[in-house]
């Protein structure tokens, strides 16, 4: 089953997009002479639809997030590289690489809910050009997100 992946530009409520750098996705503001990460997403189809569970990897679709819980320590959200499409192909849950896409009311945003870590989803600091990670719901980070098909 060979299908495209659709392209995404995400950002956050304070105008930070998402670009890599040094190998660690970061949001920062856009700038006249940066050009934001594209990131890819496609459906993970094993697991309940009505969650909208996706794959997110970066635009060269040579690294995927994925979430890891190290020892006793909370969630992060880590770059591996792996083909987006290997995951979409192989049709396992690949919960540790799966997001639910959630509206939360507004069309307009978007929360990327981790499967592995239910209570865990991808947010950006207040501060600039920090790494993007996971947080709680409530907490000072934004997990809250725009989005726009490319």
């Not at 192989?90 to 592995?116: H, P, R």
Request: glycine share 4%; proline share 6%; aromatic share 14%.
């Amino acid at each position: 089953m060979k299908r495209d992946p659709w392209l995404f530009r995400f950002w956050d409520v304070n105008q930070n997009f998402f670009f890599l750098q040094n190998n660690v996705l970061i949001a920062a503001p856009q700038t006249s002479n940066s050009s934001d990460e594209l990131m890819v997403v496609l459906p993970n189809h094993s697991l309940d639809q009505k969650k909208r569970p996706i794959f997110i990897g970066l635009r060269d679709k040579s690294y995927t997030l994925f979430c890891v819980k190290p020892g006793e320590g909370q969630p992060q959200l880590k770059l591996e590289e792996r083909e987006i499409r290997q995951l979409y192909a192989k049709n396992e849950e690949f919960k540790s690489f799966t997001f639910y896409s959630k509206t939360d009311g507004s069309e307009e945003t978007c929360s990327l809910q981790s499967a592995e870590f239910p209570d865990w989803f991808i947010s950006t600091s207040h501060e600039p050009n920090k790494p993007v990670g996971l947080s709680k719901r409530g907490g000072s980070a934004n997990t809250l997100f725009y989005f726009e098909i490319k």
